[in-house]
């Protein structure tokens, strides 16, 4: 998996509600986007730029971060991000502490490899889930899972409970569609003449 530096600087917890409110829309328009690193000894509150995570957001890739807070470095993962629903600006964003000995679960980018028997015969294939959650060490979780669908015949679909890479744990339900060939009408047409 890539790295992704990311500096951030720590910022104080307001004690009501209404100034914390406060100090986060002036921090919003300030280009600052609020966030919290979880998962160490101490719940850390702090703030980055907008322009030093874009390439950590808008990409379809995954990252480890390497976060450095106040002069503190840290490896994470992006947790969670919540993002304002009418201009989709970052609102808040949640990162999770990493190390080598406890497992996190991701969503990593599926890609599908091969041309798939139902292709060949008329069929279409369609990838139906983009990213399979997987559960292992972060130093072992790779930038992309990679299918083969060489023997996916006409109307044939690739469930979870099918797949295995060495390492990781699966955790979407057994029986989700990963990918399948679907019948075109050329197929459909093909079929009912022979």
Known sequence: MKTFQLEGSKR?????S???KRALKAMRKNNEIPAVLYGGEEVIHFSVTKDSVRNLVYTPEIFVVELTISGKKTMAIVKDIQFQAVTDAIMHMDFLEVSDQKPVVM???VILEGHAEGVKAGGKLSL?????????LYTAIPEQL????????LGK???VGSLHF????????????VCAVQLTRAARGAQAKA
Not at 146 to 153: A, Q, W
Not at 166 to 177: D, R, T
Request: glycine share 4%.
């Open 166 to 177: 060495e390492g990781l744990e699966l955790m979407n339900a057994k029986n989700a569609v």
């Open 107 to 109: 969503e990593v980018p």
């Open 146 to 153: 990679h299918v083969n669908v060489d023997h996916l015949g």
């Open 157 to 159: 679909t690739m469930q």
């Open 128 to 136: 139906q889930m983009r990213k399979l959650k997987v559960k292992a």
């Open 12 to 16: 104080e917890v307001a004690a009501t």
């Open 18 to 20: 209404a100034d914390q």
